[in-house]
């Protein structure tokens, strides 16, 4: 990554070069033409043919459910009881009848719904291919092989219930009002109702389902980020903060889960009074109907419009329409976002368009952070920009907080004071965008491509492998553990191979910044400048790099320094620096005057590891005053970040 020029202005770094332009263009083919609602309504009105017939088919289901109550109460009030058997077996038969014709316009049914939602996943599936294809989306095979296969099934189970509602409920209204009317002043104001009420829950329902199904991937996504990492969240002791993100998820998920169930009240309401009070009211005014001239095989019939037909119809409509209504919705907002119309290929501008401003890879403004509530702040009001391609090197007196500002920056902790986003987005939202080498490198027990692949999803080339490990100084550990797929075990690991391996995995993976706290120390200087020049090559759209320097060559390297002094900071390049903060001038004398393996450098960590790496694992190295020593692979006191430095 290339070192520009910088213009520092206190703690503000920008570029003065301009950057690629980002101008922001429409997705190809992609154009509003009106709500999903007016889109849905056009499609149906653009297939009148396919509905004339689909209604047409219907009608015969109509007089099915028809015939099931007139027949019935005509074979109880002039057939037997009234002694005629014959009359009474007649109409049973007729009204057998009528279930056989019914059934065979449901076979048609079947025929003109499949006419109906066939074109509509022709389109689904021409829009997919459009997005995939032409614009490069990326889920473009799953919407293929699943959304719209379920856009399909779903929307033909809605045009079944939709429409077999519709057509019952006329064919039983019809046969009560020819029984008596006053069965259907009974029957009817509950019924209508109960569908009034179901109406006005769907749109809160849809949108209370919608919410929940996009909390529950949310949870899912969230959950599939972090299980995989369990080990490298251990070892950077993030427990904490992974399970207050995750939690936060969870109450997510549980709160939309809960405002769904109180409207799934409704529904259930509207279903009982649309279709179990009718059954009620007929029984408790028997004797009244009786009274005023309805006969006993009218309240029969009665009866069965009510419980065989419309509290069926009304259950699978309620159901149906109130579940997977709002799950179409949801999916034809993902597959149709808009009208696809191939549009004829843009030509290029005639003159050259002008750069715009691309945003920092890094950016914290007026960030202050303490540990705890009452506590001094480690960082106060810090405001800095990182523009990508840059390589910034953070320097400064042991606890001052150059750990803590890799922390935040890589999310592992929230400042109590101002926002840091990444490439112009939260920190929060950006967690594939960085990645932290800590100065305690986490090795785990497997092959070395395991530990090399780990950050990847996908299984590393061998041939990408050798690269890596050739760019950042790790070819002669390779090579001495056997290749690749020799097993690794990290107890007999020196501190410097460790970080080596780290080091070589941070490099493989996608993030295009990476943030290095002191993730070098227990290598020789020459290790070190070829694993810094490594990164500061890497080939990684929008790439930017922070180093937290121990020797005075890391801060050379970097076209900018940031020198970290509780609450002054200053920011610019070593020369400039050198004449206007006295603090890296005592810095760069104390780096200077000290032997390349004294114990006690400004950060008081020793560069004990060579190129060589003589593997032992028993290097001492101290994190405090000199005296103070631990074996390399403890985490260092002080939490578990290693301290606030």
């Known amino acids: 990554m290339p070192n520009e020029a910088t213009r520092p202005t206190g703690t503000h770094a920008y ?4 950057a690629e332009s980002t101008r922001a263009t429409p997705p190809t083919g992609a154009h509003p033409t009106g709500t999903l609602p007016h889109r849905g309504l056009r499609f149906l009105l653009a297939r009148r043919p396919v509905l004339i017939r689909l209604a047409a088919w219907s009608v015969l289901e109509t007089g099915q459910t028809f015939l099931v109550g007139y027949g019935l109460a005509r074979a109880l009030d002039a057939g037997f009881l009234a002694g005629r058997s014959a009359v009474g077996l007649g109409w049973l038969g007729l009204a057998g009848i009528g279930v056989v014709v019914g059934a065979f316009g449901t076979g048609r049914v079947y025929r003109g719904v499949a006419d109906l939602v066939e074109p509509l996943r ?17 889920g473009a095979l799953s919407g293929l092989t699943q959304q719209v296969e379920l856009a399909r099934d779903t929307f033909a189970g809605l045009v079944m219930v939709s429409r077999s509602f519709l057509f019952t409920a006329v064919g039983a209204l019809a046969g009560l009002c020819s029984l008596d009317p006053l069965l259907l002043l009974v029957v009817a104001p509950p019924l209508l109702a109960g569908v009034s009420l179901f109406a006005a829950t769907l749109r809160p329902l849809a949108r209370r389902q919608e919410t929940f199904l996009l909390a529950d991937e949310a949870l899912a996504d969230g959950l599939g980020t972090v299980c995989p990492g369990l080990r490298d969240i251990t070892a950077a002791g993030a427990e904490e903060q992974v399970a207050a993100d995750t939690a936060r998820l969870v109450d997510t998920e549980f709160r939309a889960a809960r405002s769904l169930a109180r409207w799934g009240v409704l529904r259930v309401a509207a279903l009982a009074i649309g279709g179990q009070l009718p059954i009620v009211l007929l029984l408790a005014t028997a004797p009244w109907l009786l009274g005023h001239g309805v006969t006993p095989g009218g309240l029969v019939g009665a009866l069965a419009y009510v419980t065989q037909s419309l509290l069926p119809a009304l259950q699978n409509l309620v159901h149906g329409l109130g579940t997977s209504g709002s799950r179409l919705t949801v999916v034809l907002r993902r597959l149709t976002p808009a009208s696809v119309t191939p549009p004829p290929m843009p030509t290029p501008p005639a003159t050259p368009v002008p750069h715009l401003i691309t945003p920092p890879a890094l950016t914290l403004t007026s960030v202050t952070f303490a540990y705890g509530a009452g506590g001094d702040p480690v960082l106060h009001d810090l405001t800095l920009a990182l523009p990508q391609g840059a390589h910034l090197a953070v320097v400064g007196p042991s606890g001052i907080g150059k750990s803590t500002l890799t922390a935040l920056a890589a999310g592992l902790l929230r400042p109590g004071h101002g926002t840091i986003r990444m490439y112009g987005r939260p920190v929060s939202e950006t967690h594939a965008q960085r990645v932290l080498i800590p100065q305690e490198a986490y090795v785990f027990s497997g092959t070395l491509a395991e530990n090399l692949g780990h950050l990847r999803p996908d299984p590393v080339p061998e041939s990408e492998l050798l690269a890596a490990a050739e ?63 490594a990164f500061a090559a890497r080939e990684r759209p929008g790439g930017a790099l922070v180093v937290v320097a121990h020797r005075i060559s890391s801060a050379r390297r970097a076209g900018r320094v940031l020198v970290m002094d509780g609450r002054e900071t200053a920011l ?49 190295v101290a994190h405090g005053p000199v005296g103070q020593v631990q074996v390399p692979g403890d985490l260092r006191d002080g939490g578990p970040l290693g301290g606030q430095g």
């Open 572 to 620: 610019g390049t070593h020369d400039d620096l050198l004449r206007r903060s006295p603090l890296y001038r005592d810095l760069v004398g104390s780096w200077s005057s000290e032997p390349a393996l004294a114990l006690g450098d400004t950060d008081r960590v020793d560069a004990v590891a060579g190129s060589g790496l003589a593997g032992d694992g028993r290097h001492v």
């Open 122 to 138: 022709d389109r689904l599936v021409e829009r997919v291919v459009v997005r995939g294809v032409r614009e490069g989306n990326g």
């Open 15 to 18: 570029s003065d070069a301009p």
């Open 471 to 533: 760019a950042v100084g790790l070819t002669a550990l390779l090579k001495s553990l056997g290749g690749p797929g020799a097993p690794v075990d990290p107890s007999a690991l020196s501190a410097g191979e460790r970080q080596l391996i780290a080091l070589t995995r941070a490099y493989l993976s996608y993030a295009p910044l990476a943030l290095l706290d002191e993730a070098t120390c227990h290598l020789d200087p020459e290790a070190e400048e070829r694993a810094e020049r």
